[in-house]
Structures are given as structure tokens and as C-alpha cells.
């Protein structure tokens, strides 16, 4: 894992982009133009930030992460927003994730439901300019938020143990959710595409990342 001493965080985000994201088949090119520009850094605690481009998890407190580099680009890849889509994120902790999205013209809804994220989401955003928009919403993430529905785009950052349908429900027809599925103890990135009431789903890619509050099975529940 690679640390950033203060100051030199552009070539750390450098070394991100083509150490960590270019080498895992990320090939959009608009994508990695919107990492290569974006200070990761910001969206970071105060004590975090020397260690905003390490390829891992980065701990936020109270059980929270920002999802690690690489999986991020690989599921707002496979979602293919277009244009100014409209793309709800679940648990979007300090923003950088709907950041990104906002970079490539995406009108993002930042659902979170620890308030004092959300605080720091809207600080680390100010400032940044974006084709796209960003706007913060507290609330349950399980729930999503049906009412800005239907989105073309859904991506949850932090892995899950199970999908729920309300979720899937607030999917335009055609629409597209990533994020990172739990299954048997392994975490395996995953995109549902819904058509009509039809909800198809494939496995992407291996991944790591740390489970996402809320999002956990009953005791007792096997797949």
C-alpha cells in the first residue's frame, strides 16, 4: 500500500490512476480524466488524508469507509452513466464517490444517513466545480429515495449481504445498480439491470470492501 506525505498528493493520485486504476480495466477515458483530477484527499478525515490513495478501504469512523479506488472506477464503469443521468448513491458517505459521478455530468443524489457525513460531504464539494450536480439527502439507506425516482443509475458504496427491492423498485426501466454482493463470505461486485419488473444480475469481479451498515441478513439466513 502506497502513503501520501503532505503535499505531494497529486503525485500520489497520479500513482493511483496508473498504478492502481488503469491496471484493473478501467478503460473509460472520461472516467479516469475525472480521477486523475479529482483531490481525493478532501473527501478524507484530517487524519486520514496521507493515506487517501492507498488501494484499500479508508476508515471514516463509526463503522464507515470510503470504498477503495479501484472498485469505485470499476462499478461507476460498469454502470455507464451517459450525459446528465440521474443516479442515486447509497451511502455516500463524504462525497467523493458522487464526485466522480458529478465529474462525468451525472445529477447525483447523495443519500446518507449519518448526518455528520453528510456535513462533510457538502463542505468537501464546495468550492469544486462539476458539469454535473451533487445533492445530499439524510436518510435511510435501505430505503433509498423514492422520491426522486426513477434513476438511470444506482450505486451502493459498500458491500452488501443482500439487495433490498426497495432499491431496485426506484430503478428507471433499462437502469443499471452496482455494488458489491456478500455471498458465502466472499465479496463479488455485481450489476442488476432491470427490465420492465425483471431484474437481471452478473458477477463482475472479485472485490474486498468493508459491509455496509444496514445492509446485513437476518440471523439465520442462507442464500
Known amino acids: 500500500m502506497m502513503t501520501a ?33 479529482l483531490p481525493r484527499e478532501r473527501f478524507a478525515p484530517a487524519a486520514q488524508r496521507a493515506r487517501a490513495y492507498v488501494d484499500d478501504d479508508l476508515p471514516l469512523g463509526n463503522g464507515r469507509f470510503m470504498m477503495e479506488p479501484m472498485v469505485v472506477a470499476r462499478l461507476i464503469q460498469a454502470l455507464q452513466p451517459v450525459g446528465a443521468a440521474k ?94 454482493a456478500i455471498e458465502g463470505g466472499v465479496g463479488r461486485a455485481v450489476l442488476m439491470t432491470r427490465t420492465g419488473r425483471t431484474v437481471a444480475r452478473r458477477v463482475l469481479f472479485d472485490a474486498n470492501v468493508h459491509l455496509l451498515p444496514g445492509f446485513s441478513l437476518p440471523r439465520g439466513f442462507t442464500f
Not at 463542505?123 to 462539476?130: H, N, Q, S, W
Open 5 to 37: 506525505a503532505t503535499g505531494d498528493f497529486a503525485a500520489a493520485r497520479r500513482f493511483m490512476v496508473d498504478g492502481q486504476i488503469r491496471t484493473n480495466k478501467v478503460t473509460d477515458e472520461a472516467l479516469l480524466a475525472a480521477l486523475a483530477a
Open 87 to 180: 443516479v442515486l448513491l447509497v451511502g455516500a458517505n463524504t462525497g467523493y464517490a458522487a464526485a466522480v459521478l458529478a465529474r462525468l455530468g451525472a445529477q447525483v443524489i447523495a443519500l446518507e444517513s449519518d448526518g455528520s457525513l453528510a456535513e462533510n460531504g457538502r463542505a468537501a464539494l464546495a468550492g469544486l466545480d462539476f458539469p454535473g450536480s451533487v445533492e445530499f439527502v439524510v436518510g435511510s439507506l435501505v430505503a433509498g429515495h423514492a422520491a426522486r425516482s426513477p434513476y438511470h443509475a444506482i450505486l451502493v458504496e459498500g458491500a452488501v449481504e443482500a439487495v433490498p427491492d426497495t432499491l431496485t423498485e426506484q430503478l428507471a426501466d433499462q437502469g443499471r445498480l452496482a455494488t458489491v
